[in-house]
């Protein structure tokens, strides 16, 4: 089974450029994640999606932040501009329909100069 | 809300040596929870996972992890370290429902001396 696929795996922009993240997750996982994950500490979450709507997205920065999952299927995470601070890991993950098991995804490593 | 508690940010032990990783976490409802590992450059892998039943759940790579309800703690132990255990450790707490939220802890790194 194909696991959640991102990419892309590397970036470095400079501040006030826009950047966007891809990541289809795993077939028929109708759950789909964007967590930001700042060197040194935890994943947190930014928004999370059920088919192609969203169920939660209080912690995305929505001025500069923005996400859409069409089709209920893969996903795009897009920041414009880019500030220094967002410079961090930003991990797709996908969950079943019983929500028992999360799936990561390698993340794409943002660096913002 | 739920929060979770890594008190370890950094721990060192020698390979083959025991290992436990402490978790606290504060939720008012039955948790579900659970243990990831991150490898360098890598995602986060799931080890274990706790909804209900047996207090002690086995995971992968030879892991445990024991739900203590009166200390609100689910630490994560190992018997004897490899060296390719050495990552970072995350605990998290999800929200009940299919469409269940994660909330991590900061994570506590584990060096395996050889």
């Known amino acids: 089974e194909a696991g959640v696929a991102q990419s892309p795996r590397y970036k470095i922009i400079e501040k006030r450029q826009s950047v966007a993240f891809w990541c289809n997750p795993i077939s028929g996982h109708a759950t789909l994640y964007w967590y930001q994950q700042i060197l040194g500490q935890g994943p947190k979450l930014l928004i999370q999606f059920q088919n192609n709507g969203v169920v939660d997205d209080s912690q995305l920065p929505k001025d500069r932040f923005s996400a859409e999952r069409l089709k209920g299927v893969d996903s795009t995470l897009k920041i414009q501009p880019a500030k220094l601070e967002d410079s961090a890991v930003y991990l797709c993950a996908s969950g079943d329909s019983s929500g028992n098991t999360i799936y990561f995804g390698e993340g794409s490593w943002l660096t913002v100069v | 809300a739920q929060s979770v508690t890594q008190p370890d940010i950094h721990i060192t032990v020698s390979e083959g040596a025991s290992l436990e990783l402490r978790c606290n976490y504060s939720?008012?409802?039955?948790?579900?929870l659970f243990w990831y590992v991150q490898s360098p450059g890598q995602g986060l892998q799931l080890l274990l996972k706790?909804?209900?039943?047996?207090?002690l759940v086995q995971g992968i790579k030879g892991f445990e992890a024991e739900f203590k309800r009166s200390q609100s703690s689910f630490n994560l132990r190992k018997p004897s370290v490899h060296w390719s255990d050495a990552a970072e450790y995350f605990c998290a707490v999800g929200s009940p429902g299919s469409a269940r939220q994660l909330t991590f802890g900061s994570g506590t790194q584990l060096t395996v001396l050889p």
């Open positions: 939720y008012g409802a039955t948790p579900y």
């Open positions: 706790y909804f209900s039943g047996d207090t």
